[in-house]
């Protein structure tokens, strides 16, 4: 636009709010004030969200004295990486990323496995006791899992399915130490949140056309090759998003991998032992008898830090993937 | 003959299908979830030993029945166990006051987030942020973290008044408005972030169903005379009132069953430690009662008035 252009469209501007004895300025006024309220309101909250995730980011750049020098806020005087190399001494921080990779990798995975194919059969066939399953699998989203903890504990303690080994003459097994119970939760939908991921997809698959499926059918396909070939690469985006909420969930999930996942290093469970590790090591190194509050709180942010990292870069890729995903579900009761 | 039969068959082929499909989930519900639960609430009205090997009893474990009331789990529960009681009650009053703030900030900003402006996916992302992150161990040691309080003394003592929410709190209080009634309000500016954090989901909830509102209905309403406050309670709100309802379940849901609640910290507290299996299952057996209770009032109520537009 040249410099002409603007004037005439600033007298333009004049002249119309004339005509329209000042309402056009008043109604300009009132946009620009709702437009710089609305972005003040934004940027507010949206400081309010980052501002503990930056917190523990300068907290974790600077040395120990910083903390308690009042006039250092935010920004470090003293900026140092030290903090990083000691989480990683103490939780070896490598070997858990690694573990709490493949392990939420690995239950992820079979979650949506087991949870595509059930969320397709409840949207796409008719059978007896539909409806009853399908409440089932809202219980099964408001049964909190510490009632059945214990229980369930006990049961891997000594497995028997419906008394089969014993019917044998074997002794049960003793499956607490292995991995093997979560696994066989996660490919039966019983993992952590599964119930919801469920739901997700049912809803998805209700909304595709029935004629997709109905001309697959016609042209040979059976229910496996139908649900393979046409239904699957439609649910992609979904299935997805589904992947990712159930692996971000497990990462951080200390419920079920301290009950089931004990034995393997994981990154919530290290960062849960910081504490008792800061003790021993300032002890070991000869440093005094405890470690100061400074020092245990800046290594627990470190270590918070280190932990969802890794949650931030792929938030940062896939987050369309978070997002789009459920408002393409069109959630309705 | 044979023709007449088919119809027949298809369907019987189909819940048969269906049931392959559904398989995984229904034996995972029988052994994983039927079961404990079954187990569990025997265990709830009994007294639990835990024997040393499978010959002595059962599972592992010895239940005693108990028979005298006084004596049972439930009673020593509410009763006997100090912390139980009060828990309960403070996670019930301060979801009454945070869940219906988590549906209105979540539907305010929602309708912020619905409208054309720059940097609109940026500001999404963000809100969306605590869903990923404040799961599981992370929201535990928030909590713990006495670092940042410790630092927020200090930089009380060193600037003179500069929490604004706070000085106003005083000037409101000295002044005599209110008083009781402003309580559950500086409750929830105190708790902001709390709400923040707790509505990531409900917020993309509320956006794609406002998403579905024709803008055709918005325009002839502009036509006929409405303001955007009229059209707002006529239009927006009846059609978005069953996410409402959705967003309710999903947000007490969510507010109850977190494993950094205090109830549901107790109870896997008395497992692990204390060994009081007993104890601990009637506990998260009536919380779990009362957790019902509270979702089956809560959705008769409001489905009551929610409008469907078909």
């Given amino acids: 636009m040249s410099k002409k252009d603007k004037i005439q469209k600033r007298t333009d501007f004049w002249e119309r709010n004339r005509k329209t004895n000042g309402y056009l300025l008043k109604k300009k006024i009132g946009e620009v004030g709702y437009r710089v309220i609305r972005a003040v309101l934004l940027f507010g909250l949206c400081f309010l969200i980052l501002q503990p995730l930056i917190n523990k980011l300068s907290v974790s750049l600077m040395r120990e004295a910083d903390l308690y020098d009042a006039t250092v806020i935010n920004v470090p005087r003293n900026w140092t990486l030290t903090n990083f190399k000691m989480v990683d001494e103490l939780i070896d921080y490598w070997k858990c990323l690694f573990n709490s990779a493949w392990v939420s990798l690995l239950c992820a995975v079979l979650q949506v496995i087991a949870a595509t194919l059930v969320g397709y059969g409840f949207a796409r066939f008719k059978f007896p006791l539909k409806n009853f399953w399908f409440g089932c699998v809202l219980l099964l989203i408001i049964v909190p899992p510490q009632t059945i903890m214990s229980p369930l504990y006990l049961n891997f303690r000594y497995f028997d399915i419906f008394g089969i080994l014993q019917a044998l003459g074997k002794e049960p097994l003793n499956l607490q130490k292995s991995m093997a119970p979560y696994l066989m939760m996660c490919a039966t939908c019983m993992g952590l949140k599964c119930g919801l991921y469920i739901f997700m997809l049912r809803q998805y698959f209700r909304g595709v056309p029935k004629e997709l499926e109905e001309a697959a059918y016609v042209d040979g396909c059976g229910n496996l090759q139908t649900f393979i070939r046409i239904m699957l690469p439609d649910a992609k985006s979904m299935i997805v998003s589904c992947f990712l909420f159930a692996y971000v969930w497990q990462w951080t999930d200390s419920f079920y991998s301290k009950m089931f996942l004990g034995k393997i290093e994981l990154l919530p469970k290290g960062l849960n032992s910081i504490a008792g590790r800061i003790d021993a090591y300032v002890k070991s190194s000869g440093l005094g008898t405890q470690a100061s509050t400074g020092l245990l709180n800046q290594m627990i942010s470190t270590g918070t830090l280190m932990a969802i990292i890794p949650l931030l870069i792929l938030y940062l890729f896939a987050q369309k993937g978070f997002v789009e995903s459920l408002s393409q579900t069109g959630i309705k009761m | ?310």
Avoid: H
């Avoid at chain 2, 789990?73 to 703030?101: E, H």
């Avoid at chain 2, 019902?292 to 078909?310: C, H, M, P, Q, R």
């Fill in chain 2, 1 to 310: 003959m044979a023709k007449k039969r088919k119809p027949r068959n298809l369907r019987r082929r189909n819940a048969i299908t269906g049931y392959l499909f559904i398989s995984p989930f229904i034996i995972g519900f029988l052994v994983f979830l039927v079961k404990p639960m079954i187990e569990s609430f025997r265990m709830s009205l009994s007294k639990v030993i835990i024997a040393a090997s499978q010959k002595e009893g059962g599972n592992g474990f010895i239940m005693e029945r108990i028979t005298t009331w006084k004596e049972s789990n439930y009673y020593r529960a509410f009763f006997y166990d100090p912390d139980y009681k009060n828990r309960l009650v403070d996670s019930l009053k301060s979801m009454a006051i945070q869940v219906p703030a988590i549906i209105v900030f979540s539907f305010f900003i929602a309708l912020l987030l619905n409208q054309e402006f720059k940097g609109r996916g940026f500001v999404r992302a963000i809100f969306f942020l605590p869903v990923i992150l404040s799961s599981g161990v992370i929201v535990g040691l928030e909590y713990n973290n006495t670092l940042m309080s410790g630092m927020k003394d200090i930089i009380a003592e060193s600037g003179e008044g500069f929490s604004i929410t706070a000085s106003l709190e005083t000037i409101l209080r000295t002044t005599g408005i209110g008083g009781k009634i402003l309580d559950p309000v500086f409750k929830i500016i105190e708790g902001v972030y709390d709400v923040a954090i707790a509505s990531g989901i409900q917020i993309i909830i509320f956006i794609s169903g406002l998403q579905t509102v024709s803008t055709s209905m918005y325009e002839a309403a502009k036509i006929e005379g409405c303001t955007a406050w009229e059209s707002f309670w006529k239009i927006t709100f009846p059609l978005v009132s069953s996410m409402i309802l959705v967003n309710l379940v999903y947000t007490t849901v969510d507010f109850l069953m977190r494993t950094d609640n205090q109830v549901m910290d107790l109870i896997t507290l008395k497992v692990n430690p204390q060994m009081e299996y007993g104890l601990s299952a009637a506990m998260a057996w009536s919380y779990f009662a009362i957790v019902a209770a509270v979702l089956g009032i809560l959705s008769a109520i409001i489905s009551k008035k929610v409008y469907y537009y078909e």
